[in-house]
């Protein structure tokens, strides 16, 4: 069946990285769409980035870009976040997610995306 798995998030001090990873299983990576998500408390989720399966295009927020880099390793089946430059509205439950083959511009809405991680913690304290 269908899995992505996170991993690597933590408490970072400002300024600091983090790397994060997608382990997918259950479908062949190549072929879709994966997107980050995150969730703040309190707040809606929201797109952070994607890495189209098409192109080999990235997309990013307007609030990580030049901080955030998403790639991908199909060999390994993951794909990863690099986050730099943290900051404390970093803070939130970030979320892989694999979008449906519909859909391929840009991040895209949640409901684009039809299967997703657990979700990982990355705290970034003021």
């Known amino acids: 069946q269908v899995q992505l798995v996170e991993s690597g998030g933590g408490l970072v001090q400002p300024g600091g990285s983090l790397r994060l990873s997608c382990a997918a299983s259950?479908?062949?990576?190549?072929?879709?769409?994966i997107g980050w998500f995150r969730q703040a408390p309190g707040k809606e989720r929201e797109g952070v980035s994607c890495?189209?399966?098409?192109?080999?295009?990235?997309y990013y927020a307007d609030s990580v870009k030049g901080r955030f880099t998403i790639s991908r390793d199909n060999a390994k089946s993951t794909v990863y976040l690099q986050m730099n430059s943290l900051e404390p509205e970093d803070t939130a439950v970030y979320y892989c997610?694999?979008?449906?083959?519909?859909?391929?511009?840009?991040?895209?809405?949640?409901?684009?995306?039809?299967?997703w991680g657990q979700g990982t913690q990355v705290t970034v304290p003021s």
């Open positions: 997610a694999r979008r449906k083959l519909d859909y391929s511009y840009f991040i895209g809405y949640p409901n684009q995306y039809d299967y």
């Open positions: 890495s189209s399966r098409r192109n080999r295009r990235t």
């Open positions: 259950g479908f062949t990576l190549d072929a879709y769409d």
